[in-house]
């Protein structure tokens, strides 16, 4: 059987688990924690190479701070979507105005700004807020 590396949003170890279409139950060999949760997880400098590198589900990455309004209005958008995809993409966040070097090191010009990465490399970027129906869209076309 086919098996996929899901990084843990809570310890954030690599885990390989069996590749199905869904899942009943899917806990971290590290420390427990459901890898069905769809809880969008924050990303810092240190983790994100580890979460985005290590996973073979695409990885939608949402650069936003908690001054913008944009910002605000997409959080509750994002989570609703991610709801939708457990074990299908995995949902972070990085806060910018906390890791400004991934900022730059990204060259987030405006935010919101979401990146699509798979297998470590990114795929898509948008700038700006989207709705639940735009979002999932463009989530599913990277699944």
Same mark, same amino acid.
């Given at each position: ?47 994100? %190479? ?5 996973? %073979?589900?695409?990885?939608?990455? %949402? ?67 989207? %709705? ?12």
């Amino acid at each position: 059987m086919d098996k996929i590396k899901v990084v843990c949003a809570s310890c954030h170890s690599v885990n390989f688990i069996p590749k199905k279409e869904s899942y009943a139950k899917a806990n971290c060999g590290q420390c427990k924690h459901s890898l069905l949760d769809t809880k969008p997880f924050e990303l810092t400098e240190l983790s994100f %190479d580890n979460a985005v590198v290590n996973s %073979d589900l695409p990885v939608v990455v %949402d650069f936003w701070a908690p001054w913008c309004g944009p910002c605000k209005m997409m959080g509750p958008v994002f989570e609703k979507v991610s709801a939708q995809f457990p074990l299908k993409a995995r949902f972070a966040k990085v806060n910018t105005e906390q890791e400004q070097n991934l900022g730059a090191t990204y060259n987030i010009r405006s935010i919101p700004t979401l990146i699509i990465y798979q297998n470590g490399v990114e795929v898509h970027r948008v700038s700006g807020a989207m %709705d639940e129906t735009n979002l999932s869209q463009l989530v599913k076309r990277f699944i």
